[in-house]
């Protein structure tokens, strides 16, 4: 379509209103910076989930499907509590915390046990559990499930709805670029929502077996580039392209 007939030749990213750039702009550095600090965040928070600095497929599994091997109890006794006990007395423990602690050989047995090995500091030092009492061993005899079901929907649905917003707008915005062919910029608008349907099922299919958290990595790093992509080049067309003059004509119109 030529652009000398075209009705409103200023819709498009560089030749907007200065006020509506304006909208934009502000708009487009908010939701930038906020996108990187939820990527700081997934790294405060999951990517330290097993340990480890930085993200990695365990770290997810981590969250959301748990770590079934095994209870805090059996853990600590082989890692940083292993010399408060012989090993026969760590076994003993152990082999019981993974029957779920029954509390029937509780008092008869292994209140003594811990009474013995563990209470001179798990009683006395303010901050780690009292292992004189059975709920607190109880809670460290619980195999990790990971997330709750609770949880994952209270998550879910939060993202869903806040993160489409997010789309919504950058979509909008990005769909007044100049010289991006239709077809990129309909994938470009549409990637963002498939990936967050991607991401979010991963986490409940991650919840159902570990096999699929590469999938998390998959949608998280697919809409971080879609939204990246039109992120700059929206910036780009509306604070540099703009400055040669020139009029670009209506970009809606040229899609049609
Ligand atoms: C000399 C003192 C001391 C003794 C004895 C001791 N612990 Fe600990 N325990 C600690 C300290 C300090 C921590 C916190 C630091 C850490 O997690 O390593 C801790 C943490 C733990 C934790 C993790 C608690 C949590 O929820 O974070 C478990 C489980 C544990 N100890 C089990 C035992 C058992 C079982 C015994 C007896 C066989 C035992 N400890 C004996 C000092 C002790």
Same mark, same amino acid.
């Given at each position: ?17 200065? @006020?509506?750039?304006?909208? &934009?702009?502000? #708009?487009?550095? *908010? ?7 939820? $990527?700081?965040? =997934? ?82 030092? @303010?901050?780690?559990?009292? &292992?004189?009492? #059975?709920?607190? *061993? ?7 499930? $990971?997330?709750? =079901? ?107």
């Amino acid at each position: 379509m030529s652009i000398k007939n075209t009705s409103l030749p200023w819709l498009n990213l560089p030749n907007l209103p200065l @006020p509506l750039k304006a909208l &934009f702009v502000g #708009y487009l550095l *908010v939701v930038g910076v906020g996108l990187c600090m939820a $990527g700081l965040q =997934i790294m405060l928070t999951h990517g330290m989930a097993d340990g480890k600095v930085g993200l990695s497929v365990n770290d997810i599994v981590y969250s959301y499907y748990g770590d079934r091997s095994g209870t805090k109890l059996a853990s600590k006794l082989n890692g940083s509590m292993i010399d408060k006990a012989p090993v026969e007395v760590r076994e003993d423990i152990i082999k019981w915390a993974q029957q779920g602690a029954p509390e029937s050989e509780w008092e008869p047995h292994f209140k003594d046990v811990f009474a013995k090995h563990c209470i001179m500091c798990h009683s006395q030092i @303010p901050g780690i559990p009292d &292992f004189t009492k #059975y709920a607190e *061993v109880k809670s460290r005899a619980e195999v990790n499930t $990971g997330a709750t =079901i609770s949880g994952l929907t209270r998550v879910s649905h939060i993202h869903l709805f806040g993160i489409s917003f997010i789309f919504f707008f950058t979509g909008l915005i990005f769909s007044f670029a100049v010289h991006i062919p239709r077809r990129i910029k309909v994938l470009a608008i549409a990637f963002p929502f498939c990936f967050l349907l991607l991401d979010v099922l991963s986490w409940w299919l991650t919840k159902l077996s570990p096999t699929f958290a590469w999938l998390t990595i998959i949608g998280g790093i697919g809409y971080g580039m879609a939204s990246t992509y039109m992120w700059f080049v929206s910036m780009y067309q509306m604070l540099v392209l703009s400055r040669n003059g020139k009029v670009y004509g209506n970009a809606w119109e040229q899609d049609l």
